[in-house]
C-alpha cells in the first residue's frame, strides 16, 4: 500500500515524536524516522516539517558548533510542542482504534 | 570524498533558483540548513545527490510544501491571521516572552484569589473580612488553576470565569473612584464646595448656646452673604446616617436650623436601630461682667436674611 499519503498526514506527530526522544538536527531526525520504519520518509518532507512547527511555536533551536563540517542547528520541543505532542498522539490512538475496528468489521465473516 | 563539493553547490543553486519567487526571509531559512543536508548525505556515499534526493526542482517543491509555503507558480495564499500570529510568535523577543508568560501563570492564580476576596469585600461590606477571604480564596484559586492546566476542557470556563474577574474588578474599582460623598467606600470622599471645616474635622452639625449657658433650639443661622449656613453629612461616618430637616409652612425643608436632627444606625442591635446624635459636652464660658469696653463700630448692619422673618438674635439680659 502507497504509505506517503498516510504520513503526510502524521509526519508532524512523528517529528515530535522523535524530538520528544532526544534533540536532534536535521539529517538525524530523518535518519531516525528511517530507521523507526518509515522508510518512504523524503528528506524535504522532513526539513519543512521542521520549519513548520518552528513557525508555528512548538520547537526551539540551537546551535551546536562542530571541529569538522558546518555548525548543525538542533530542534527541541518546548511545553508547546509538548502540548500538541499529547493532543495529536491521543488524535492518533483515537483514529487507529477507530479504524481498527472497522478494518476488522470488514473482515468479519457472517 | 567521491562527491565534490561542486556537486553540493550546484544542487543547492538549483534548489534556490527554485525557490526565487519566496520572499528572501523565507528562502533563507529552507536554505539554511540546506547545505550541511547535502553534505552529509554526500558522506552517505550512497551515488549522486539527484538519484538519492531526486531532481533539486523537486526537492525545493516538497520542501516549501511542507513547510506551508505556496507552491510554485500558485497563487500566494491570503496570508490568514493564525498564519500571520505564527510570523509573529517567530520574532525573536516575542518568542522570549511567550516562553515567560506561562511562569506568571500561578501568580495570576494568586492574584485571582485575592480579587475574588475583595469582590466580596465590596459587595458585602466589611473590609476586615478581606485577609480571611483572600487566605480561604488563593488557594482555592490556586488548587483550580492547577486543574485546568491539566484537564483542557476547563481550560476555556477558566478564561471565561478570568475575564469575568477582571471586568468585574474593573468595574468595582470605577464604581469605587466615582462614589458620591454620600457612601462611604474604601476612601473618604472629600466633600464638596462649602464644607465647613473646624479644628477637628468636618463640621456637621452645629450646636448654639445661649449665653448663660442654656442650649439653644431651632437657631437659624446666616452667613456673612445672606446665605443660609449648612453643613455637609459626615464624609467619615456610618452609612446610613440619617438628617431630618424641619419643614417651613410652603413646605421647603430648612437646613440652616441648629442643632440638626441627625441619628445614626446602630449595628450593634439586630436590626440595626436608628440612634438619635447626642450633643457634645461643652462647657460654655462665663462672661466676663466688667465694664464694657467701647467696641469697635460696627460698619453694616446684621444682613437682611432671605427667608421667614428671623427672631431677634439679642439675648435679654437676665
Known amino acids: ?110 | 570524498m567521491t562527491t565534490p563539493v561542486a556537486e553540493i553547490a550546484s544542487y543547492l543553486d538549483r534548489v534556490r533558483a527554485a525557490l526565487a519567487d519566496l520572499p528572501a526571509a523565507d528562502r533563507d531559512e529552507l536554505l539554511d540548513d540546506l547545505e550541511s543536508h547535502l553534505a552529509e548525505v554526500a558522506g552517505e556515499d550512497d551515488g549522486s545527490l539527484v538519484s538519492r534526493l531526486g531532481p533539486p526542482e523537486q526537492y525545493a517543491d516538497e520542501l516549501r510544501s511542507s513547510a506551508g509555503l505556496p507552491i510554485r507558480g500558485g497563487p500566494a495564499p491570503r496570508r490568514s491571521v493564525p498564519d500571520r500570529l505564527a510570523e509573529i510568535r517567530q520574532e525573536p523577543q516575542v518568542r522570549q516572552i511567550l516562553e515567560f508568560l506561562p511562569q506568571l501563570r500561578p501568580g495570576w492564580w494568586v492574584l485571582r484569589g485575592v480579587l475574588v476576596a475583595w469582590l466580596l469585600v465590596s459587595l458585602v461590606g466589611g473590609l476586615v473580612l478581606i485577609l480571611p477571604l483572600a487566605v480561604l480564596a488563593v488557594p482555592l484559586s490556586v488548587g483550580l488553576g492547577r486543574r485546568s492546566q491539566a484537564e483542557h476542557r476547563t481550560r476555556r470556563a477558566a478564561l471565561v470565569v478570568d475575564v469575568l474577574i477582571v471586568a468585574l474588578a474593573l468595574y468595582t474599582l470605577a464604581a469605587i473612584t466615582s462614589r458620591s460623598p454620600d457612601y462611604v467606600g474604601d476612601q473618604p470622599a472629600v466633600s464638596g464646595t462649602g464644607g465647613l471645616v473646624g479644628p477637628a474635622g468636618p463640621v456637621t452639625n452645629i450646636y448654639p448656646y445661649a449665653k448663660d449657658g442654656t442650649p439653644l433650639r431651632d437657631v437659624l443661622l446666616y452667613d456673612q452673604f445672606g446665605q443660609p449656613v449648612v453643613v455637609q453629612p459626615d464624609p467619615y461616618g456610618p452609612p446610613g446616617t440619617v438628617r431630618q430637616f424641619p419643614y417651613a409652612a410652603d413646605g421647603h425643608a430648612i437646613e440652616n436650623a441648629y442643632p440638626q436632627d441627625q441619628a445614626t444606625p446602630d449595628v450593634s442591635t439586630d436590626p440595626p436601630v436608628l440612634r438619635r446624635q447626642s450633643p457634645p459636652s461643652v462647657t460654655t464660658p462665663e462672661f466676663a461682667t466688667a465694664t464694657p469696653t467701647p467696641a469697635t463700630a460696627v460698619t453694616s448692619a446684621p444682613p437682611t436674611p432671605i427667608r421667614s422673618p428671623v427672631p431677634s438674635a439679642t439675648p435679654t439680659p437676665r
Open chain 1, 1 to 110: 500500500m502507497d504509505t506517503t499519503q498516510l504520513l503526510k498526514g502524521v509526519l508532524d506527530l512523528a517529528v515530535l515524536a522523535v524530538l520528544a526522544e532526544k534533540d536532534g538536527y536535521g539529517y538525524d531526525v530523518v535518519r531516525r524516522l528511517r530507521e523507526a520504519g518509515l522508510d518512504e520518509v523524503g528528506d524535504a518532507s522532513v526539513y519543512g516539517t521542521l520549519r513548520r512547527l518552528f513557525s508555528a511555536g512548538a520547537l526551539t533551536t540551537y546551535v551546536v558548533p562542530s571541529e569538522e563540517g558546518p555548525n548543525r542547528k538542533y530542534y527541541a520541543l518546548n511545553d508547546r510542542g509538548r502540548v500538541q505532542l499529547g493532543r495529536s498522539t491521543a488524535g492518533w490512538t483515537s483514529f487507529a482504534r477507530t479504524m481498527n475496528q472497522l478494518l476488522r468489521v470488514e473482515g468479519e465473516v457472517a
